[in-house]
């Protein structure tokens, strides 16, 4: 019985080991891949705020037909899984001639779903701001402009910042979708070190650690502005 | 019509969608007379003084502001009409309605730096000698959300002030304020008056109205029922709808059975209520 134990403590120290052995071969693989999925993350995230402000401005404006068609997008594309926009934008598109790259399909199918959340995020955060505050700032003879600008914004920016800043958060970990298309991000340089060393558990173990590290990171670092954003005006 | 008549109505209605608020209100305001709105909940007090800066637009009437006149029905006014006259005409609301990202002073600065391209420092000096004349110099640096709200209704006055208005409209301004607050909101009003501001507040300090304002609007059921000097309305008034509504407000313990329709009395609205219940009791 104890001899039992004793073994398989030593096969659990080897197993240990081997694993450390084996992250410290491929973390430059891993990085290089955390890499493309920032990279991933940071242009999906410009074309998502791009298109979220957009949508929110067709919606708000006076253009039925414009309003009509943002409101149909916010409702279609949210409802979409994003793997389902993927294969879209890299495989249906490319039949109807228009070749993405993988990393540009990346982009454009996330910055299309998290620019129908933006939107919706962005047009709550509007409808946040307590009518009277227009009306007194209407009041003052401040410009239509200005009252967006001075008043209303900063205000549903305020009520925009949690939601918008928990979208980012699912962004980051929407991106390792793209594996499925063939781009080296994170995700796909843990598959192709799993399939190379026989070891999924601990190449799936270490990608998840870095997902993890970074999202904590990123979180805290949202977080800590949140709170001084709120804090500057209290 | 005088030329010192500084905002003159000429048959102002005002409807939303079918239904009619009221139709056909005139009234001439001096410069420098208080003018104080009452009536009963409903009668469209606060619709009719939202017109005059043109939060709300109307559908028939004109209602002129020191030469710049607004129209009902038709086309809406100029953007440079309504900004002469939101510029000249300052408002306070029943809420307040502070800037929350905004200290007092920001709340205060923002108007004249927006509109009149005033300099920052010129701006804050006029705003800490605004806020200083309501006792609140040393909550300039403070964010509405600190204030008490008397506090914010006394900044919400001086953000209003700060644009050098020629007339201050109120709507309730102390209806939303606890009792001890009340005075020193009032106080500030009373300040105003006897600098020689124009005044047309809604309010139901029948009290203060009694006090301040030199002509009393009695509005119900859509129009204006009586309409005269202060004392003369509500000491003796002559149309049997004021008469009814003054009674319910002035009086309420004699008419406790019809005191539903009624609002609190001026400068006693609590104690009315408890008095009421002790009564009940
Ligand atoms: N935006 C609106 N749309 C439709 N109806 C409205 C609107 N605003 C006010 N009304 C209606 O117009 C009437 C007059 O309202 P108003 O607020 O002017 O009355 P008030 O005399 O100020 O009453 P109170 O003493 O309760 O403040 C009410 O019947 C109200 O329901
Ligand atoms: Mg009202």
Redesign the interface.
């Given at each position: 019985m104890r001899r039992l134990a004793a073994r398989r403590a030593v096969r659990t120290k080897r197993g240990v080991m081997s694993t450390l052995q084996l992250w410290g071969q491929y973390l430059p693989q891993f990085l290089a891949g955390l890499v493309v999925s920032l990279q991933l993350t940071g242009a999906a995230l410009v074309l998502a705020l791009a298109l979220g402000t957009l949508l929110v401005l067709a919606r708000t404006g006076r253009i039925r037909v414009l309003a009509a068609i943002a409101t149909g997008y916010v409702e279609v594309f949210r409802a979409v899984p994003v793997l389902v926009l993927l294969f879209t934008a890299y495989y249906s598109l490319a039949q109807m001639g228009l070749r993405l790259p993988g990393f540009w399909a990346g982009v454009v199918a996330l910055g299309a779903f998290y620019g129908a959340l933006y939107g919706e995020d962005m047009r709550s955060g509007l409808q946040s701001v307590?009518p009277?505050?227009r009306?007194?700032?209407?009041?003052?003879?401040?410009?239509n402009g200005?009252v967006m600008r001075?008043?209303v914004l900063?205000?549903a920016f305020?009520a925009f910042l949690p939601p918008g800043t928990n979208e980012l958060s699912n962004l980051i970990k929407d991106t390792s979708l793209v594996l499925t298309i063939g781009v080296t991000d994170l995700m796909f340089q843990a598959n192709a070190a799993a399939a190379a060393t026989f070891q999924p558990m601990d190449m799936f173990l270490l990608a998840g650690l870095v997902y993890f590290a970074f999202y904590i990171l990123l979180s805290r670092i949202l977080a800590r502005w949140e709170l001084n954003v709120q804090r500057r005006?209290? | 019509m005088s030329s010192d008549v500084v905002v003159d109505i000429q048959g102002l209605t005002k409807r939303f969608g079918a239904r009619t608020v009221f139709e056909d209100i005139s009234l001439q305001v001096r410069r420098s007379e208080v003018v104080a709105v009452i009536g009963p909940s409903g009668a469209g007090k606060s619709t009719f003084i939202r017109c005059i800066n043109y939060l709300h637009p109307f559908d028939a009437g004109r209602i002129r502001v020191l030469g710049h006149e607004l129209v009902g029905g038709g086309a809406p006014p100029s953007k440079a009409t309504l900004r002469q006259v939101r510029m000249q005409v300052g408002m306070a609301f029943q809420t307040f309605n502070l800037f929350p990202h905004l200290t007092a002073l920001g709340n205060v600065m923002l108007g004249p730096m927006e509109t009149k391209r005033v300099p920052a420092r010129d701006a804050r000096d006029k705003a800490m000698a605004l806020l200083s004349s309501v006792g609140l110099a040393d909550r300039a640096e403070a964010y509405p959300r600190r204030l008490s709200g008397g506090e914010q209704q006394r900044v919400a006055i001086c953000r209003a002030l700060a644009m050098d208005p020629e007339v201050m409209l109120f709507d309730e301004p102390t209806s939303m304020l606890d009792p001890e607050m009340v005075g020193e909101v009032l106080a500030t009003i009373r300040g105003l008056a006897s600098q020689g501001m124009t005044l047309i507040l809604v309010t139901h300090e029948m009290q203060f109205a009694k006090e301040v304002a030199d002509t009393v609007v009695v509005m119900a059921d859509g129009r204006v029922v009586e309409q005269g000097p202060a004392r003369d309305v509500l000491e003796h008034p002559t149309s049997e709808r004021s008469r009814t509504f003054l009674t319910r407000v002035l009086k309420p313990l004699e008419a406790p059975g019809v005191s539903g329709e009624a609002s609190p009395p001026g400068g006693s609205g609590r104690g009315a209520t408890t008095a009421l219940g002790g009564d009940v009791r």
């Open positions: 307590d009277g505050q009306e007194a700032a209407v009041a003052l003879g401040l410009s200005t001075r008043v900063p205000q305020l005006r209290s | -």
